[in-house]
């Protein structure tokens, strides 16, 4: 039975259940509806999710889920319709139908003279990228149930979000003048400066007219993929890296290459030897606190980078995700790499979403030269621009005193959370040995060999904590089992305890067979 036909079948039950609750009345939990229906945590999340959907009933975090007053089961729903038509369709647009000689993708015929009364129907034509997988990134947006802790989560608890400061700057600037009128699809001219400002600095040759304002980091990703680089061409990528961009790069039609990473960054001679073997002209990086190994590019290899690159006729998409994320005890940041760069190589992707909020998608590419014309009307055929009320937002936010408030408050818990959940491995799970980084948001946790990567993952769910594989971060095989623990989705730092208790003993029932071990 796949996912999807699992999800369908829980939620007929489910509803068909309703009526055996009192409005208010508390359903089962998660793990008891796992064991009852012998479904996986990810099922129920989503069935659960469906029924709140529908106004069925209400989850409350930490508490539980339950029938909402009033709530009825529907029985009359209207038949679906025949859906089926859209497997062949999807299949001859994506080139699932396979391709023949003589097709458009295909060599001569040999019987190109042939009487075309006789000959066959055409094979499909492919006419569109396959469908992107988007799985790595759903993982990191999936809610896990209430009684789930989450170590998965890529965006910050409310708890650590500046919602006081998030909703001044959003009263604030729908009193501006002009507020919701269309902004120039650039960007507002005051938040494209203080990019340039915030990016490189003061006295920086970077301007506000280097500064294109985008929805986001990953929105950013996507244009800077689509716009350097042709489909079929080949992109150099980090290893392991940010399965979201490969998600962007693959869709976009480009072939991600490898580039290992090891504890001072990118390794400059591999990153050579690929531009030199594959004639890729485009390179994408995290030079400060890797997603997903944590590390910062040394101070040796920055140069290096740029110089590789330039030799290459090459450019460097920078993603400068966490320079917000820094952590209370780390030395002084490097600059971006596009701060050093008058020659235009770096394309630097910076975003306000993860120090705020998951729904404050506001970022900024940058760009010299012609690059920025091509960004640009990528964007405007994509989106137009970004709304007007969310670029006034952000000015508010980060030209108010709370914001420097925040992100000093920020540093401080985000360091106290590493050091609980570092502490609470090194307790609880001594085997599992991670990285202890000073930005960022995660640890990146090397497994012992002979560990059942996915046999974990799938073990601690059921034991109610939400980890992240560390296979779908390589573009290629990986060289060993590992896991990303995020330390920002969770309640607290007790509860960051609590799902490495339940790690532990995730580990203990699915880690590697050793000698003398008695499991079958």
Known sequence: MNDGSSVAILLDVLRNELDRYPDGGKLPSSRVLMERHRVSPVTVSRAIAALVAEGLVVSRPGAGVFRASGARRYAGAPPSGDLSWQEMALSASTGGGGTRAGSATGGARPDAHADTAADPAPAPTRIGAPAPDASGILATLAVPPPDVVDL???????????????????????????????PPVEGLTDLRSW????????????????????????????????????????????SPTYPGMLASARAAGLRPVPVPVDAEGVRTDLLADAFRVTGARLFVCQPLFHNPTGVTLSPERRPEVLRVARAAGAFVVEDDFARRLVHADSPPLPRPLAADDPDGVVVHVRSLTKATSPSLRVGALTARGPAMERLRATQVVDTFFVPRPLQETALELVGAPAWRRHLRTLAGALRERRDVLTDALRRDAPDLRPSA??????????????????ALVTAALRAGAAVTPGRAYFPAEAPGPYLRLSYISAVSGDQLREGVRRLGRA???????RVGDTRP
């Open 152 to 182: 998965n989560g890529g965006y910050l608890h409310p708890s650590l979000q500046p919602e006081q400061a998030m909703a001044g700057a959003l009263a604030r600037a729908g009193r501006r003048p002009g507020a919701w009128e269309r």
């Open 195 to 238: 990019f340039a400002r915030d990016i490189a600095g003061p006295g920086s040759t970077l301007s506000g007219a280097d500064v294109l304002v985008t929805g986001g980091g990953q929105g950013s990703l996507g244009i800077a993929l689509r716009s350097l680089a042709a489909p079929g061409a080949p992109v150099l990528v980090e």
């Open 437 to 454: 980084p000073r930005g960022g948001y995660h640890l990146w946790v090397r497994l012992p060999d002979g560990t059942d990567e996915t």
């Open 507 to 513: 580990y203990a029932q699915a880690g590697p067979v």
